[in-house]
């Protein structure tokens, strides 16, 4: 089996699989997953070692090929950036509010909207987390399971791509958000950012989420369907 798949690699020169990695990811809307080119490459290929290598091809152009999470995308070079003209129907800056709540959710990740309050010291609106779920940057988690079982926040992939992360650990740390004039210069002894919990993994107090979650938050009709 094993002679086999490596026969079928050698048939198909490395240049070939990788025009054809490079064709799947640049016809894909979305961030494609390693897993949805191994399916469509020769058996036996080497999926990181492709990517990594039109990674380093594509790096002097304008546009680069991204590893956001565990998917790839082609996006416009970073420092090219300016002169793409914005779309006119770009959505419109987040509040102060959301920034916040979104900050929150990214560095504290299981979190539940009475944890976010608390940390913020003043309520949530639901209409601030609409926001985010809308943009497509904030997704429910799963569920607590404490008292009430509440749900829980997290990041999503998109949330990555679009801030050009490549997992939450990237995220800026205490000394870059310092840098930047995101915090004061007057922090408190002790303060100390988050190392924020891989995006994907339910923590030990999490149950997922079910269908009958969903129906009870509204994001399902009872029977299963999309509620439009």
């Known amino acids: 089996m094993l002679e086999a798949e490596e026969g079928e690699i050698e048939r198909m020169s490395l240049i070939e699989v990788e025009r054809i990695a490079e064709a799947l990811v640049f016809a894909s809307a979305e961030p494609v997953s390693e897993a949805f080119l ?3 490459l020769p058996r036996g290929t080497d999926v990181g070692a492709v990517m990594r290598r039109l990674m380093e091809v594509y ?22 950036s300016f002169v793409i003209r ?13 920034l916040e709540v979104l900050a929150i959710i990214a ?31 904030v997704r429910f988690r799963g569920r607590r399971r404490t008292p009430g079982r509440p749900v829980t926040l997290g990041t999503t992939v998109e949330f990555l791509d679009h801030f050009g992360l490549e997992e ?5 740390g205490l000394e870059e958000l310092k840098g930047a004039g995101l915090l004061s210069g007057r922090i408190p002894p002790g303060f100390a950012i988050p190392i924020p919990q891989n995006v994907d993994d339910l923590a030990e107090d999490e149950d997922p989420i079910t269908q009958l979650d969903l129906e009870e938050l509204g994001l399902l009709t009872p029977g299963g369907e999309a509620d439009e």
């Open 38 to 40: 191994s399916e469509r």
């Open 59 to 80: 790096a002097p152009r304008g546009v680069n090929l991204i590893r956001t999470g565990e998917r790839w995308a082609f996006r416009t070079a970073a420092d090219l």
């Open 86 to 98: 914005k779309d006119e129907n770009e959505a419109k800056k987040l509040s102060r509010a959301a």
């Open 107 to 137: 560095y504290h990740q299981p979190v539940t909207r009475a944890e976010i309050e608390e940390i913020r010291g003043v309520q949530t609106s639901k209409g601030t987390l609409d926001v985010l779920m809308e943009a497509g940057w």
């Open 168 to 172: 939450l650990r990237d995220l800026p």
